[in-house]
Nanobody, 124 residues
Framework: QVQLVESGGGLVQAGGSLRLSCAASGRSFGSYGMGWFRQAPGKERESVATISRGGGRTYYADSVKGRFTISRDNAKNTVYLQMNSLKPEDTAVYYC?????????????????WGQGTQVTVFS
């Protein structure tokens, strides 16, 4: 069982930055692939970025590539999402999730555990 708690969301002006954190409970954090997802009002949930168990491989959605960076610290049981050059279209609830599956582009349905989400609002 893994419990995930996101933090770091908020209100930011376009062009600004935020850093999201996701703290995981349990001793097996390093055995899970991790991902950040987001869902805007009226839209489907989408994958933003994912990271392999050791942190050596990452995936980014085209919409955030070059602006967002996912990282993890297995010693601290935490995954991060650094978001730079934010745009109003980045406004959404951001969720972190853990998967026992393999692959950086697996469907969100294969993520076993989810956090409660943190709101990110970008205004112009």
């Amino acid at each position: 069982q893994v419990q995930l708690v996101e933090s770091g969301g908020g209100l930011v002006q376009a062009g600004g930055s935020l850093r999201l954190s996701c703290a995981a409970s349990g001793r097996s954090f390093g055995s899970y692939g991790m991902g950040w997802f987001r869902q805007a009002p009226g839209k489907e949930r989408e994958s933003v970025a994912t990271i392999s168990r050791g942190g050596g491989r990452t995936y980014y959605a085209d919409s955030v590539k070059g602006r967002f960076t996912i990282s993890r610290d297995n010693a601290k049981n935490t995954v991060y999402l650094q978001m730079n050059s934010l745009k109003p279209e980045d406004t959404a609830v951001y969720y972190c999730a853990a998967t026992s599956g393999y692959g950086l582009e697996i469907p969100s349905g294969q993520y076993n555990y989810w956090g409660q989400g943190t709101q990110v609002t970008v205004f112009s």
